[in-house]
């Protein structure tokens, strides 16, 4: 059951005019401890720290309290506290609705009995920490809502209404400084993470290590926010899947936990928000609670890492102490992202261009050695006809260095007359005619023909190339075909005749030599002696013209014979 | 005695084997046209055919070629007298015994004759 009280301090009715008089020295010197205590420090969580120790002492209460409004969720998470376990403090439910509802509109709520409370879960966690009565106060600046405190005790207590007042009036004040301490804390931290940016921008603009750069991101990240750790996932562009690039201040089994990408928090990032969580171990935007609370994480802070607003990746900050992420933390680690993403950028581009550069000098060397591998002299002449490239054998073939050649005029180098010149031909957009050239005489005379061809860039010449080709080989086995082509047919000439002669000349040698055994009369015998030995002649004559073409026979396996030239 | 065939687009060169031949006591039969030549393989027992490689219609190689596919133990000598080295392999490969260049001495074509008869009686094919 709670009451909802006035905000304004309600007179005692105690009658003694004594009793209010020690009553109120006793606030005021309430009052003028806070007041000093507040003043003391600007750390704002030292003040809350400082509050909640002092009031319950100050108050008589058993503990007390503070709890800062989460505006991104709208609940209220621990600032300080004083008097009671952690097991209390970090119950899911902080107190009933109707009693949140109430305070966040600024009214004091005031519960005698927490056991009569309506809502089970908050009914139990007081039972169990031994809690009775509770005072809720809506803590206030500028009139708008900062947080709660809370003054508890374990014995029923009726707060007298100017108790409450003293207490409302405690809260401002405690708002006061609280916010004061913030801003203190924000402006600090404004200088530190300008600090920051300006360090990491000098870092990751010195380097063209694009693993430097990520180390550089994620640890600067966690420093300058003083956060446990870092990590920075990146969308691979092939795969379109999300990879971790760089960690710090993680465990390897943390990092493995598994998937994150389906993770809400990760999702909201890659569309493009900041995501601050105050509790990972119940938020659902995180999957991964248990290892998270392994890993000693309590808060996150994830931005999105972008280049020319195209999300790449996911920079975490993670924090192993509940955080609320300020304004300023979170533009710095949006800005700290922006920053590494246009250093990621820069240093894949610079990747980029080293892997083209690289290939470009790849096929250079690749193409020079093949133009230095060519058999032929080869010259690259330009509009201006001054060369720009020469391959090692015409370099050889007219004794030269490639740097007394480069640059000078084609003219001063070739061995014929530029009249006769194809590259002239090409140069004055001619036709082209090969040129022939002789060298020495007799057994050491050598052909070379010369040929050139253009290289035209949008329609315009922009060089000429001028191949020297020796062709002595060509030249003379022309020759020799031209010859052998007259032999083949003096060749095919002594066969055909052969072979007509053969024929009708084996009939008249055979039938003579069959006559001649049926002769009796020497004179005839002599006769036809005569007529078969100058047959046999004619015989000998066919057969040298036979052998004329080549004509042998040799024994084969067996008693065949196989014929070859 | 072996019956022998012999063709040739010269007559003479026919006639003058028949004679040497003959006095040898061989029967011969002489040909200068390749048809009747191949008819008469077809349908008559001849053990040995003489066959010159240039004739009117066809080659000697090619009437070799369907005179083996006819009678494939059929003996063979082939004449010409413009020995090539094409004509020689696809010859032998055909089954030729033997491959000789005019004008081939007397002497020697009986030799040759008696040669390839005797090869083919140690084979047992007459």
């Given at each position: 059951m709670t009451t909802e009280l006035s905000t304004q301090?309600?007179?005692?009715?105690?009658?003694?005019?004594?009793?209010?008089?020690?009553?109120?020295?006793?606030?005021?010197?309430?009052?003028?401890?806070?007041?000093?205590?507040?003043?003391?420090?600007?750390?704002?969580?030292?003040?809350?720290?400082?509050?909640?120790?002092?009031?319950?002492?100050?108050?008589?209460?058993?503990?007390?309290?503070?709890?800062?409004?989460?505006?991104?969720?709208?609940?209220?998470?621990?600032?300080?506290?004083h008097g009671v376990s952690l097991n209390y403090l970090s119950r899911e439910v902080i107190d009933t609705e109707d009693t949140l509802t109430q305070v966040r509109s600024g009214t004091p709520v005031y519960s005698a009995n927490a056991a009569e409370e309506s809502c089970p879960q908050f009914r139990q966690a007081a039972a169990q920490e031994g809690i009775k009565s509770i005072l809720t106060v809506p803590i206030l600046y500028k009139e708008e809502l900062i947080g709660i405190m809370r003054l508890l005790t374990r014995k029923t207590r009726q707060f007298t209404d100017a108790e409450i007042g003293l207490v409302v009036g405690l809260s401002e004040q405690i708002g006061v400084a609280i916010s004061h301490g913030r801003m203190f804390k924000e402006m600090e931290d404004r200088l530190v993470f300008l600090n920051g940016i300006y360090e990491i921008s000098t870092l990751v603009n010195s380097t063209l290590d694009i693993d430097h750069i990520f180390n550089v991101v994620v640890e600067r990240a966690a420093v300058s926010l003083g956060a446990k750790g870092c990590t920075l996932r990146l969308i691979n562009s092939e795969s379109g899947l999300l990879e971790l690039a760089a960690s710090y201040g993680v465990s390897a089994s943390y990092l493995h936990r598994g998937e994150v990408s389906h993770e809400r928090n990760i999702q909201v990032v890659l569309n493009g928000e900041p995501v601050a969580i105050y509790d990972v171990r119940r938020d659902p935007r995180i999957e991964y609670h248990e290892q998270m609370t392994t890993e000693g994480i309590c808060s996150l802070l994830a931005v999105p890492v972008k280049v020319n607003d195209e999300v790449i990746g996911a920079l975490r900050i993670l924090s192993d102490r509940p955080r609320i992420f300020t304004d300023s933390a979170i533009r710095f680690a949006v800005t700290l992202a922006e920053v590494g993403g246009a250093a990621i950028r820069k240093a894949r581009s610079y990747q980029k261009i080293t892997r083209l550069m690289r290939q470009v000098q790849g096929h250079e060397a690749f193409l020079a050695s093949i133009i230095d591998s060519l058999q032929h002299q080869l010259l690259v002449i330009d509009p201006n006809r001054r060369v720009v490239l020469a391959n090692r054998v015409y370099l050889e073939a007219i004794g030269k260095e490639e740097k007394e050649v480069l640059g000078r005029p084609y003219t001063e180098l070739d061995s014929i007359a530029p009249e006769d010149s194809p590259v002239e031909q090409v140069l004055q957009g001619r036709e082209m005619n090969p040129c022939l050239q002789t060298l020495g005489k007799d057994e050491s005379q050598r052909w070379l023909e010369w040929t050139a061809f253009p290289i035209y860039d949008e329609g315009d010449l922009s060089y000429v190339i001028e191949i020297v080709r020796d062709v002595t080989s060509e030249h003379l086995l022309a020759e020799e075909r031209l010859q052998s082509g007259k032999l083949q047919a003096i060749l095919s000439l002594a066969g055909t005749v052969a072979h007509e002669v053969n024929s009708p000349l084996f009939a008249a040698l055979g039938t003579a030599e069959l006559l001649v055994e049926e002769l009796r009369l020497p004179e005839e015998r002599e006769e036809l002696g005569v007529i078969i030995r100058n047959l046999k002649q004619i015989g000998e004559l066919t057969g040298k013209m036979v052998s004329m073409t080549g004509f042998t026979d040799q024994k084969y396996v067996g008693e065949r014979k196989i014929l070859s030239f | 005695m072996a019956e022998i065939?012999?063709?040739?687009?010269?007559?003479?060169?026919?006639?003058l084997i028949g004679k040497i031949l003959r006095k040898k006591g061989h029967v011969v039969h002489t040909f200068t046209d390749?048809?009747?030549?191949?008819?008469?393989?077809?349908?008559?027992?001849?053990?040995?055919?003489?066959?010159?490689?240039?004739?009117?219609?066809?080659?000697?190689i090619e009437v070799l070629a369907i005179m083996k596919e006819t009678k494939p133990d059929i003996g063979a000598i082939m004449l010409t007298g413009y020995p090539t080295v094409e004509t020689a392999r696809e010859a032998i490969s055909l089954g030729a015994d033997e491959y000789c260049v005019k004008p081939i001495d007397r002497t020697e074509l009986e030799e040759k004759v008696e040669k390839v008869l005797a090869a083919r009686l140690d084979q047992g094919l007459e």
């Open positions: 301090p309600v007179m005692s009715r105690e009658s003694s005019a004594d009793s209010d008089l020690d009553r109120d020295r006793r606030f005021l010197g309430v009052y003028q401890k806070v007041s000093r205590l507040v003043s003391m420090s600007l750390d704002h969580q030292e003040v809350m720290e400082t509050i909640v120790r002092s009031l319950t002492e100050l108050l008589t209460v058993d503990a007390c309290t503070i709890r800062l409004l989460d505006h991104s969720t709208r609940s209220f998470v621990l600032g300080a506290a | 065939l012999t063709l040739d687009d010269v007559l003479d060169a026919t006639v390749e048809d009747e030549a191949i008819a008469f393989v077809r349908q008559s027992p001849v053990d040995l055919v003489i066959l010159d490689i240039k004739l009117k219609k066809m080659s000697g």
